[in-house]
């Protein structure tokens, strides 16, 4: 199997799977052996934050000498950005073994009369594979949607973190905030070790019960670790953390958004939990010189400037938008704007509306995505006095936006991971 049919082979698999529940997942797993077994693992849950915090932890444990697989959701630009080790994304030839090695087993189990297994199941049994391949020391799992019937809670991670709590993919996971923590923090087991993140109240208490419930160990953000201190640096942050074993000055994280030295608060706790014992400042301070954080407040263009951030809930928007006044307090933004439609676009546009200049609404190709049109239309009626135009065509926006924004201007593209993989596509 090449590349191309194993992406085809993934694609056969989409809308496939049927209720959800872990039982496909693990008959695919128990048939190959089970290579999600034989290394610790970080699992991370959450509403935002997941993917950040798992690349920092990531880099952390390589640089603490650990051979590290990660798995992340969703891609930017190719699947294959989904598996990586050591920080390095899967090759296409490294990716289609992968599917390879699983759709022998998928096949084998859709032959006998079982319920195929999904894309999202498939593709992280293409991680486990690889991460068998690699001959990993540890891994760091994000969570798809949700946790309690994620795929990737298959796995019985060392430690699990719930990095945020918040209102997204509500048609499945409900609006009731306590309910939706009930359903990310059902990753943690009894023989792990609970990392949290900032949690609205509500989910506090869930979050506690769970912890006591379990027998388990709970390092909560503000009580056994913290950001001490903090200040803005030409193109990063410094700062003091202490951990839940050791205070860790003079870090310097080269990313933009204030919200990601929260991230890296939390791969420090969960890392420390992982190893059992405080980091190592030389390692620790080598792991966040090489850190990235691609389609998280990246910048990608100049002449006009442009931005892009996978921000593609309220709750994600919200935090986009306060990072922007601290770090760019003077600038109105030209916004590249495409949403899936089951998002609250209302509240999005709110919290865009302190920092936009005008908006250019477009969709990138997918069954979800909302039309440009009817994006605009709700542009227009909330944010009355602002400059909106649509465009069908993604590339097409993106050069109406930086003509509007001009030479010296700026632009912010936002709303949608899919979107921004678009752009980065376009401009990288």
Same mark, same amino acid.
């Given at each position: 199997m090449n590349y191309d049919q194993a992406?085809?082979?993934?694609?056969?698999?989409?809308?496939?799977?049927?209720?959800?529940?872990?039982?496909?997942?693990?008959?695919?797993? #128990? !048939?190959?052996?089970?290579? #999600?077994?034989?290394?610790?693992? &970080? /699992?991370?849950?959450?509403?935002?934050?997941? %993917? @950040? $915090?798992?690349?920092?932890?990531?880099? &952390? !444990?390589?640089? /603490?000498?650990? $051979?590290?697989?990660?798995? %992340?959701?969703?891609?930017?630009?190719? &699947?294959?950005?989904?598996?990586?080790?050591?920080?390095?994304? @899967?090759?296409?030839?490294?990716? =289609?073994?992968?599917?390879s090695d699983v759709a022998a087993f998928a096949d084998l189990r859709e032959n006998a009369g079982e319920d195929p297994n999904s894309y999202f199941e498939l593709v992280t049994a293409a991680a486990f594979a690889f991460f068998a391949d690699q001959a990993v020391n540890a891994a760091v799992v994000e969570v798809g949607l949700g946790g309690r019937f994620d795929a990737t809670n298959v796995v019985d991670g060392e430690v699990c973190v719930v990095t945020s709590i918040g209102r997204d993919h509500t048609e499945f996971l409900g609006e009731d905030i306590a309910g939706i923590a009930s359903e990310k923090l059902a990753i943690a087991g009894s023989?792990?070790?609970?990392?949290?993140?900032?949690?609205?109240?509500?989910?506090?208490?869930?979050?506690?019960? %769970?912890?006591?419930?379990?027998?388990?160990?709970?390092?909560?953000?503000?009580?056994?670790?913290?950001?001490?201190?903090?200040?803005?640096?030409?193109?990063?942050?410094?700062?003091? &953390?202490?951990?839940?074993?050791?205070?860790?000055?003079?870090?310097? !994280?080269?990313?933009?958004?204030?919200?990601?030295?929260?991230?890296?608060?939390? =791969?420090?706790?969960?890392c420390e939990a992982l190893l059992g014992r405080k980091l190592e400042l030389d390692a620790l301070q080598d792991a966040l010189?090489?850190?990235?954080?691609?389609?998280?407040?990246?910048?990608? =263009?100049?002449?006009?400037?442009?931005?892009?951030d996978g921000a593609h809930n309220a709750d994600g928007v919200d935090t986009l938008v306060q990072s922007l006044r601290e770090e760019y307090p003077t600038t109105k933004w030209h916004v590249l704007l495409g949403v899936m439609g089951e998002k609250n676009v209302d509240l999005i546009l709110e919290h865009l509306q302190p920092v936009v200049a005008g908006i250019v609404t477009t969709a990138v190709e997918h069954e979800r995505a909302m039309n440009p049109e009817?994006?605009?239309?709700?542009?227009?009626?909330?944010?009355?006095?602002?400059p909106v135009v649509a465009s069908e065509n993604v590339g097409f926006g993106l050069d109406m936006v930086r003509a509007e924004a001009g030479a010296e201007g700026a632009v912010l593209v936002t709303g949608s991971l899919y979107l921004v993989g678009e752009v980065r596509d376009r401009l990288i």
């Open positions: 992406v085809s082979y993934l694609e056969r698999h989409i809308g496939l799977g049927g209720e959800p529940g872990l039982e496909r997942m693990n008959g695919l797993l #128990d !048939l190959m052996g089970r290579p #999600d077994e034989g290394y610790p693992i &970080i /699992h991370v849950a959450g509403t935002n934050g997941k %993917t @950040s $915090t798992a690349r920092l932890a990531t880099l &952390i !444990l390589v640089a /603490h000498g650990l $051979t590290t697989g990660t798995v %992340t959701s969703p891609h930017l630009q190719c &699947i294959e950005e989904r598996l990586a080790v050591n920080g390095r994304f @899967s090759t296409s030839e490294e990716f =289609a073994l992968a599917v023989g792990s070790i609970l990392v949290t993140g900032p949690l609205p109240d509500s989910a506090v208490g869930v979050a506690n019960k %769970t912890a006591r419930d379990l027998g388990i160990q709970h390092r909560r953000l503000e009580n056994d670790y913290r950001i001490e201190s903090y200040e803005r640096g030409v193109g990063g942050w410094l700062a003091t &953390i202490r951990g839940a074993e050791e205070t860790y000055e003079d870090l310097f !994280l080269p990313l933009h958004g204030r919200y990601q030295l929260t991230n890296l608060a939390m =791969a420090i706790a969960s010189a090489v850190a990235t954080a691609p389609g998280r407040m990246e910048p990608l =263009a100049t002449n006009p400037f442009v931005m892009v009817e994006l605009a239309g709700r542009a227009m009626e909330l944010l009355p006095g602002i």
